[in-house]
Protein backbone atom coordinates (compact mmCIF):
# COMPACT_ATOMS: atom_id res chain seq x y z
CA UNK A 1 0.00 0.00 0.00
CA UNK A 2 1.36 3.11 -0.93
CA UNK A 3 1.74 5.49 2.31
CA UNK A 4 1.34 9.46 2.33
CA UNK A 5 3.24 11.77 4.24
CA UNK A 6 2.45 13.90 6.97
CA UNK A 7 2.95 17.46 6.96
CA UNK A 8 5.31 19.36 9.38
CA UNK A 9 4.42 20.48 12.30
CA UNK A 10 4.57 23.89 11.36
CA UNK A 11 1.86 23.31 8.57
CA UNK A 12 -0.28 21.79 10.92
CA UNK A 13 -0.33 24.68 13.17
CA UNK A 14 -1.07 26.56 10.74
CA UNK A 15 -3.85 24.70 9.31
CA UNK A 16 -5.17 24.33 13.01
CA UNK A 17 -5.18 28.00 13.01
CA UNK A 18 -7.27 28.71 9.87
CA UNK A 19 -9.64 25.89 10.85
CA UNK A 20 -9.96 27.86 13.99
CA UNK A 21 -10.85 30.75 11.67
CA UNK A 22 -13.50 28.56 10.13
CA UNK A 23 -15.03 26.72 12.98
CA UNK A 24 -16.51 30.44 13.67
CA UNK A 25 -18.09 31.09 10.00
CA UNK A 26 -19.51 27.49 9.52
CA UNK A 27 -19.65 26.26 13.20
CA UNK A 28 -18.62 22.14 12.96
CA UNK A 29 -22.46 20.94 14.11
CA UNK A 30 -24.04 22.00 11.17
CA UNK A 31 -21.96 19.00 9.22
CA UNK A 32 -22.39 16.84 12.25
CA UNK A 33 -26.22 17.60 12.17
CA UNK A 34 -25.91 16.92 7.99
CA UNK A 35 -24.21 13.37 8.67
CA UNK A 36 -27.52 11.95 11.05
CA UNK A 37 -25.18 11.83 13.79
CA UNK A 38 -27.47 10.74 17.02
CA UNK A 39 -27.28 10.27 20.52
CA UNK A 40 -25.87 6.89 21.62
CA UNK A 41 -23.74 6.65 17.85
CA UNK A 42 -20.66 5.55 17.72
CA UNK A 43 -18.78 7.27 15.35
CA UNK A 44 -15.29 7.57 13.06
CA UNK A 45 -13.80 11.17 12.70
CA UNK A 46 -11.45 9.82 9.68
CA UNK A 47 -8.50 12.73 9.00
CA UNK A 48 -9.55 13.97 12.20
CA UNK A 49 -7.05 17.29 12.35
CA UNK A 50 -7.17 19.68 15.39
CA UNK A 51 -10.73 17.32 16.31
CA UNK A 52 -13.35 20.37 14.86
CA UNK A 53 -15.89 17.47 13.67
CA UNK A 54 -15.03 15.02 16.96
CA UNK A 55 -15.77 17.73 19.47
CA UNK A 56 -19.06 18.78 17.61
CA UNK A 57 -19.90 14.97 17.19
CA UNK A 58 -19.15 13.95 20.97
CA UNK A 59 -21.95 16.81 21.99
CA UNK A 60 -24.39 14.99 19.91
CA UNK A 61 -23.26 11.33 20.83
CA UNK A 62 -23.39 12.06 24.87
CA UNK A 63 -22.37 9.61 27.33
CA UNK A 64 -23.74 6.59 25.48
CA UNK A 65 -21.91 7.09 22.32
CA UNK A 66 -18.28 6.99 21.32
CA UNK A 67 -15.65 8.99 19.13
CA UNK A 68 -12.63 7.11 17.10
CA UNK A 69 -10.70 10.50 16.26
CA UNK A 70 -8.12 9.10 13.73
CA UNK A 71 -4.97 10.74 11.63
CA UNK A 72 -1.69 9.99 10.39
CA UNK A 73 -0.65 12.84 12.06
CA UNK A 74 0.94 12.88 16.25
CA UNK A 75 0.08 16.89 16.91
CA UNK A 76 -3.63 15.90 15.07
CA UNK A 77 -4.17 13.30 18.12
CA UNK A 78 -2.49 15.78 20.95
CA UNK A 79 -4.88 18.46 19.75
CA UNK A 80 -7.75 16.52 19.99
CA UNK A 81 -6.64 14.45 23.43
CA UNK A 82 -6.74 18.17 25.09
CA UNK A 83 -9.68 19.34 23.72
CA UNK A 84 -11.45 16.44 25.07
CA UNK A 85 -9.48 16.12 28.78
CA UNK A 86 -10.47 20.22 28.81
CA UNK A 87 -14.15 19.38 27.73
CA UNK A 88 -14.17 16.29 30.44
CA UNK A 89 -15.35 13.93 27.65
CA UNK A 90 -14.05 10.50 28.22
CA UNK A 91 -15.82 8.91 25.31
CA UNK A 92 -12.90 10.25 22.44
CA UNK A 93 -10.31 8.17 21.69
CA UNK A 94 -7.24 8.35 19.30
CA UNK A 95 -5.97 6.62 16.36
CA UNK A 96 -3.09 7.62 14.48
CA UNK A 97 -2.69 5.67 11.24
CA UNK A 98 -2.78 6.09 7.98
CA UNK A 99 -5.36 3.84 6.79
CA UNK A 100 -6.13 0.60 8.93
CA UNK A 101 -8.02 1.63 12.66
CA UNK A 102 -7.79 -1.50 14.22
CA UNK A 103 -11.51 -1.27 15.05
CA UNK A 104 -13.63 -4.23 15.16
CA UNK A 105 -15.95 -5.30 11.86
CA UNK A 106 -19.28 -3.82 11.59
CA UNK A 107 -18.45 -1.76 14.59
CA UNK A 108 -19.46 2.09 13.54
CA UNK A 109 -22.93 3.69 13.75
CA UNK A 110 -21.03 6.60 11.06
CA UNK A 111 -17.76 7.57 9.76
CA UNK A 112 -17.30 11.19 8.94
CA UNK A 113 -14.62 11.95 6.67
CA UNK A 114 -14.08 15.48 6.00
CA UNK A 115 -11.50 17.62 3.59
CA UNK A 116 -9.02 14.58 3.95
CA UNK A 117 -10.19 12.05 0.62
CA UNK A 118 -7.95 13.76 -2.21
CA UNK A 119 -5.12 13.62 0.07
CA UNK A 120 -5.35 10.42 0.49
CA UNK A 121 -3.31 7.80 -2.20
CA UNK A 122 -4.65 4.14 -1.21
CA UNK A 123 -7.98 5.51 -1.96
CA UNK A 124 -9.46 2.08 -2.66
CA UNK A 125 -7.66 0.44 0.69
CA UNK A 126 -9.31 3.28 2.78
CA UNK A 127 -12.76 2.68 1.19
CA UNK A 128 -12.55 -1.07 2.40
CA UNK A 129 -11.41 -0.18 5.66
CA UNK A 130 -14.60 2.68 6.17
CA UNK A 131 -16.76 -0.79 4.84
CA UNK A 132 -15.54 -3.25 7.16
CA UNK A 133 -16.15 -0.90 10.70
CA UNK A 134 -19.14 0.28 9.48
CA UNK A 135 -22.43 -1.51 10.46
CA UNK A 136 -24.59 -2.75 7.70
CA UNK A 137 -26.57 0.13 5.85
CA UNK A 138 -24.73 2.69 7.82
CA UNK A 139 -23.44 5.97 6.78
CA UNK A 140 -20.73 7.35 5.41
CA UNK A 141 -20.31 11.14 5.25
CA UNK A 142 -18.12 12.70 2.69
CA UNK A 143 -17.45 16.13 1.70
CA UNK A 144 -13.82 17.55 0.13
CA UNK A 145 -13.73 20.47 -1.73
CA UNK A 146 -10.66 19.42 -3.90
CA UNK A 147 -13.15 17.23 -5.36
CA UNK A 148 -15.77 17.94 -7.97
CA UNK A 149 -19.24 15.91 -7.64
CA UNK A 150 -18.59 13.34 -10.26
CA UNK A 151 -15.37 12.69 -8.87
CA UNK A 152 -16.50 12.31 -5.67
CA UNK A 153 -19.34 10.00 -6.54
CA UNK A 154 -17.25 7.80 -8.94
CA UNK A 155 -14.60 7.66 -6.47
CA UNK A 156 -16.74 6.27 -3.88
CA UNK A 157 -19.20 4.25 -5.14
CA UNK A 158 -17.16 2.68 -8.04
CA UNK A 159 -16.37 -0.40 -6.09
CA UNK A 160 -19.98 -1.12 -4.85
CA UNK A 161 -19.01 -0.77 -1.60
CA UNK A 162 -21.46 1.99 -1.09
CA UNK A 163 -24.23 4.09 -2.96
CA UNK A 164 -25.18 7.92 -2.59
CA UNK A 165 -28.25 8.24 -0.43
CA UNK A 166 -28.37 12.11 -0.09
CA UNK A 167 -26.77 15.27 -0.79
CA UNK A 168 -27.02 18.43 1.61
CA UNK A 169 -25.31 21.20 0.47
CA UNK A 170 -21.66 19.79 -0.48
CA UNK A 171 -21.76 17.39 2.20
CA UNK A 172 -22.89 13.70 0.88
CA UNK A 173 -23.90 10.41 2.28
CA UNK A 174 -23.53 8.07 1.38
CA UNK A 175 -24.82 4.29 2.81
CA UNK A 176 -22.90 0.68 3.08
CA UNK A 177 -24.02 -1.84 0.67
C1 LIG B 1 -7.34 19.33 5.72
S1 LIG B 1 -7.23 18.42 7.24
C2 LIG B 1 -8.94 18.18 7.65
C3 LIG B 1 -9.13 17.95 9.11
C4 LIG B 1 -10.58 17.76 9.57
N1 LIG B 1 -11.25 16.68 8.90
C5 LIG B 1 -11.34 19.04 9.35
O1 LIG B 1 -12.01 19.17 8.30
O2 LIG B 1 -11.25 19.92 10.22
C6 LIG B 1 -6.74 16.81 6.68
C7 LIG B 1 -6.28 15.91 7.82
O3 LIG B 1 -6.12 14.59 7.29
C8 LIG B 1 -4.94 14.03 7.83
N2 LIG B 1 -4.48 12.97 6.91
C9 LIG B 1 -3.88 13.07 5.72
N3 LIG B 1 -3.65 11.86 5.19
C10 LIG B 1 -4.13 10.95 6.08
C11 LIG B 1 -4.19 9.53 6.10
N4 LIG B 1 -3.72 8.76 5.12
N5 LIG B 1 -4.75 8.94 7.16
C12 LIG B 1 -5.23 9.66 8.21
N6 LIG B 1 -5.21 11.02 8.23
C13 LIG B 1 -4.67 11.65 7.18
C14 LIG B 1 -3.99 15.20 7.97
O4 LIG B 1 -2.97 14.92 8.93
C15 LIG B 1 -4.93 16.31 8.41
O5 LIG B 1 -5.04 16.38 9.81
Known amino acids: MKKNKNQSNIDFRFMSFFFKIRDKIHPPIEKIIKANIKQGDIVLDYGCGSGSYSIA ?96 IDCITSKGLFKLVEKKDQQYNFIKI
Open 57 to 152: AVEIVGSNGKIFAADIHPLALEKVRKKAEKKGCTNIETIQTDCATGLDNEYIDKVICFDVFHDIPHKNDLLKEFHRVLKSKSILSFDDHHMNEDEI
